[in-house]
Nanobody, 119 residues
Framework: VQLQASGGGLVQAGGSLRLSCVAS????????MGWFRQAPGKEREFVAA????????NYADSRKGRFTISRDNAKNTVYLQMNSLTPEDTAIYYC?????????????WGQGTQVTVSS
């Protein structure tokens, strides 16, 4: 599966962004989908995941309530709506797909999209 993320950019603190990721290749609905991020000088960390059908979601504790992951299987697309952004959310955000446990899909990775939050 190939993953193409978009929607990153520069936003002021308190603002919102919506990331999108389009998948191509095998049947999209056969993959759990997720988002990870990597801030400068830090390790990659899990952000959110959504189950194959879209009914179940999983979030890192610090993102609950501010971030919402969703998917549209008809469009082969997964989204990450990010609200109330802070400078600590500045990172490269990676779209991922998984064939195993839907709660942590990390078998396939896209190229990443940069999110920068200014104070």
């Amino acid at each position: 599966v190939q993953l193409q993320a978009s929607g990153g950019g520069l936003v002021q603190a308190g603002g919102s962004l919506r990331l999108s990721c389009v998948a191509s290749g095998r049947t999209f609905s056969s993959y759990a989908m997720g988002w990870f991020r990597q801030a400068p000088g830090k390790e990659r960390e899990f952000v959110a995941a959504v189950s194959r059908g879209g009914a179940l979601t999983n979030y890192a504790d610090s993102r609950k309530g501010r971030f919402t992951i969703s998917r549209d299987n008809a469009k082969n697309t997964v989204y990450l709506q990010m609200n109330s952004l802070t400078p600590e959310d500045t990172a490269i955000y990676y779209c991922t797909a998984g064939e195993g446990d839907w709660r942590l899909p990390n078998d396939y990775w896209g190229q990443g999209t940069q999110v920068t939050v200014s104070s």
